[in-house]
């Protein structure tokens, strides 16, 4: 009688699926981002147009602080200093705004009203951003089945 | 301004001036608590209120909002170099008036702390010093 020698190998699909979910995750937070982006700079105060123009993203990988910097030149000649970029760590994505005076034009300061652009404009992305987070969290429990 | 801004304006402002501790930093019996902006020569320090997001639908229920969510800006401001007293005790009393609290018979849900404030400013050669709190103020419909 032959011995027969059986084989079974095992996949794993989970580093795919993770790694598919990852890149559905950064999708979704860029597009927040870029959405916020938007909407602050609509409603932010617009004086020369530096301050609008100087907001970016940024995530680990890319930014577009150096075409945010290039218009907030342009809008305001003058303007001379502007703070650095920011360097995220992976997985985080910032939208920024790189002239100083954005913080007492945001928050307010003695002797000036705060307009909150940049806080609204989150808050006006945050329902759309929970909502797609939700769907992701429930495509990893269906695929992780 | 909303409906459901001025009750959270109001409810802020209400716990501020009866906080028997801050009244003796801003002011006593007429405390130096503005929103917006304070009047010019206001003597420091004092509180400032800033509604950031003044009031938005926070719960849909069909369609119609159910509640408000609004955030607000709360700190001290005192014309110095430092975060030290008395801001620190003023920013501490800010946060332990609002932070968790609730108040059902003004409609207010809840207020929470969401983030600490510290802020530099220098106008004409002048120091000052922000430090305060950033909190999620939830109302009840108001009709």
């Known amino acids: 009688m032959s011995k027969m020698r059986r084989e079974i190998q095992l996949t794993s699909y989970i580093p795919q699926i993770v790694g598919h979910l990852e890149g559905l995750a950064d999708a979704v937070d860029r597009k927040t981002a870029f959405d916020v982006l938007a909407e602050y700079q609509s409603r932010a105060r617009r004086d020369t147009g530096a301050q609008v123009n100087s907001a970016y993203v940024a995530t680990s990988n890319d930014s577009t602080y150096a075409q945010a910097i290039a218009a907030a030149r342009e809008a305001n000649p003058d303007l001379q200093h502007f703070l650095s970029e920011i360097q995220p760590s992976d997985g985080y994505t910032y939208v920024a705004v790189a002239v100083e005076y954005a913080a007492v034009n945001e928050f307010g300061g003695h002797g000036r009203i705060g307009d909150g652009a940049l806080t609204n404009a989150v808050e006006s992305q945050r329902a759309a951003f929970e909502a797609a987070r939700a769907r992701l969290l429930e495509m990893a429990a269906k695929e992780s089945l | ?143």
């Open chain 2, 1 to 143: 301004m909303s409906l459901s801004s001025t009750t959270i304006l109001s409810w802020i402002y209400s716990r501020l001036s009866n906080n028997v501790a801050l009244a003796g930093l801003i002011g006593g019996v007429s405390p130096r608590i503005y929103v917006d902006v304070a009047p010019e020569g206001t003597l420091f320090p004092y509180i400032l209120i800033t509604p950031l997001v003044p009031s938005m639908p926070a719960y849909l229920v069909g369609g119609r909002a159910a509640a408000y969510d609004g955030i607000y800006l709360v700190r001290g401001v005192h014309q110095t170099m430092s975060y030290a007293d008395p801001l620190l005790t003023i920013a501490q009393q800010i946060k332990s008036t609002l932070h968790g609290q609730y108040d059902f018979d003004n409609k207010i849900n809840g207020c929470v702390l969401e983030q600490e404030f510290a802020f530099a400013e220098l106008i004409n050669s002048t120091n000052y010093r922000h430090l305060g709190g950033r909190f999620r103020v939830t109302t009840q419909e108001i009709v």
